[in-house]
C-alpha cells in the first residue's frame, strides 16, 4: 500500500456534477399572467414538480425559466347537471390524493389514482401534470380516456383527450378536465400485470360499459400514449417498444389477454 492509504497520488476520484442553469423563477396569481410567462423563451411550467423537476436536473447543459403554477387557482373538483346528465370538472392542480377523498370523483378513478404513483408523491403530483406528461404507461390518464374527457386549455378551450394525446405538442396550459359521471349501471373493470402488485404495470386494461352496451376499452403500456381498442382487430395494429420488463410480442400478448378479460366484465 502506498503513502496515500491507496489514494491515487493524483487524489480521489471525483465525479463531476452541474446544476441545471436556472434563469428565473416565477410565482404569478394569475391566468393571464401565467400565459404570458409561458409564452417566453425556455419557459417550464410546474404544478407539483413530481414530473418536471427530475426532467430539468437530468439536463444541466438546459437553462430553464421556471413558471410555478401552485397560485393560479386552478385547484377543485366541481359537479353539474345538465339535461339529466351529471358531469365533473377537475381542476388542474388538484392533487391525486385529494381526487381519492372527494366524493365527486367515481369509484374508478378514485382506485386509478391510488395506483398511479407512491402515497408521497400522490400529495404533490397534480391532475394537470399527469395530463401534460402524456405518459403511455399512466392508468389514470388511461382511465380518463376511457371516460371520453375533455381537455380544457388556457381557460377557455376544450379539446378530446384523445386528440390531445395524438398531438405532437400541448398548445397553452392545461386548466382542467372534465367528463361525464357514468350511470350506476355501468361497470367497469381494471386488469394488470405487473413485476409486483405495487409496481408500475407492464400493460394494463381499463373498461367501463357504454350506454349502448359498446364498452369503452383503453390499454396501457403499448405505446407512447394510452389508447382506446374499439374492438379486436386493433390489437394486431399495436406495436409496443420493447424494454427491461418485456419484449415487444410479450407486451402485444398481454394486451390481447386484458383486453379479452376487460371487454367480457364490463359488456351488459
Do not use: C
Amino acid at each position: 500500500m502506498n503513502s496515500t492509504g491507496g489514494v491515487s497520488p493524483d487524489g480521489p476520484y471525483r465525479e463531476e456534477f452541474s446544476m441545471p442553469s436556472v434563469l428565473a423563477y416565477h410565482r404569478p396569481e394569475s391566468l393571464d399572467e401565467a400565459q404570458k410567462l409561458a409564452s417566453q423563451m425556455n419557459t417550464v411550467l410546474i404544478g407539483g414538480g413530481t414530473l418536471v423537476i427530475p426532467e430539468v436536473l437530468s439536463n444541466p447543459t438546459n437553462e430553464a425559466v421556471i413558471v410555478d403554477l401552485q397560485a393560479v387557482g386552478l385547484s377543485g373538483v366541481s359537479s353539474e347537471l345538465t339535461d339529466g346528465q351529471n358531469s365533473v370538472k377537475i381542476g388542474a392542480m388538484t392533487r391525486l390524493s385529494d381526487l381519492i377523498e372527494n366524493q365527486e370523483i367515481p369509484t374508478l378513478l378514485q382506485e386509478l389514482s391510488t395506483k398511479e404513483l407512491p402515497s408521497t408523491l400522490r400529495t404533490q403530483a397534480t391532475t394537470g401534470g399527469t395530463i401534460a406528461d402524456r405518459n403511455g404507461e399512466s392508468i389514470l390518464l388511461s382511465g380518463f380516456l376511457t371516460l371520453g374527457a375533455d381537455i380544457e386549455i388556457n381557460g377557455a378551450d376544450w379539446i378530446p383527450l384523445s386528440q390531445l394525446l395524438q398531438s405532437k405538442s400541448i398548445e397553452g396550459i392545461i386548466t382542467a378536465v372534465k367528463f361525464q359521471v357514468p350511470s350506476p349501471q355501468s361497470k367497469t373493470s381494471f386488469q394488470s400485470v405487473g413485476r409486483t402488485p405495487m409496481d408500475t404495470p407492464i400493460v394494463s386494461a381499463i373498461g367501463i360499459s357504454g350506454s349502448k352496451g359498446n364498452p369503452q376499452i383503453a390499454l396501457t403500456g403499448v405505446a407512447e400514449v394510452p389508447v382506446l381498442i374499439n374492438e379486436v382487430a386493433d390489437l394486431e395494429n399495436l406495436k409496443p417498444q420493447s424494454d427491461f420488463r418485456g419484449t415487444s410480442n410479450y407486451r402485444k400478448h398481454l394486451a390481447s389477454i386484458l383486453y379479452s378479460r376487460v371487454a367480457k366484465e364490463v359488456r351488459i
